[in-house]
């Protein structure tokens, strides 16, 4: 936390705020990313919503009040712009975000930035099946490492129930790969 607070001085100081966001963007640029893909799946998008997320950030780190770590707070940030962001696109296609995100699934193979094998297609696919709480949850835990009490952080929501819904999750995603 002791780094975060020197971080934060310095964000929030005009002498000091540029240089201070470059290396912000330094240190979670790639993981946002990567979080913020496996929720809205396409490589655009995925740009898009990040540098939202960092706008955001630039535009309001005099409001961080340090309840969590920075780090926590940027990642609810990210997580918001990612679902705000499915949400605008299902409404100008008409859709769900559900039936968009399906849609998005479908066309990973065809995805130039999709390095992954069948394995990983076919899981990606079950992911995709989750509903969007069990899916992000599963994502935070599996993929990017996060403990429970980072993620009840970042989610606002008890270990408890984070532990409840990725069990659900991984039980429901065993399911689809073992099912055909």
């Known amino acids: 936390m002791q780094g975060d607070e020197e971080l934060i001085l310095r964000l929030t100081s005009k002498a000091t705020k540029d240089a201070a966001f470059k290396e912000l963007l330094t240190l979670y640029k790639e993981r946002l990313y990567w979080h913020i893909r496996k929720i809205v799946v396409s490589h655009d998008d995925t740009d898009d919503v990040l540098q939202n997320t960092f706008i955001k950030v630039y535009k309001n780190i005099h409001s961080f009040k340090g309840e969590s770590k920075l780090f926590s707070w940027i990642y609810r940030i990210a997580t918001n712009e990612a679902f705000s962001h499915l949400k605008r696109h299902s409404k100008l296609k008409s859709i769900g975000s559900q039936e968009l995100q399906d849609h998005t699934i479908d066309n990973l193979e065809a995805d130039v930035y999709f390095e992954g094998d069948e394995i990983q297609l076919k899981l990606q696919k079950a992911i995709a099946t989750l509903p969007q709480k069990q899916k992000l949850v599963f994502n935070m835990r599996y993929f990017d490492d996060l403990k429970y009490s980072e993620m009840s952080e ?26 055909d």
Not at 154 to 179: M, P
Request: charged letters at 25%; zero cysteines.
């Open 154 to 179: 970042i989610l606002e929501t008890s270990e408890g129930a984070l532990k409840a819904s990725y069990h659900i999750a991984v039980k429901k995603i065993e399911s689809y790969l073992t099912s």
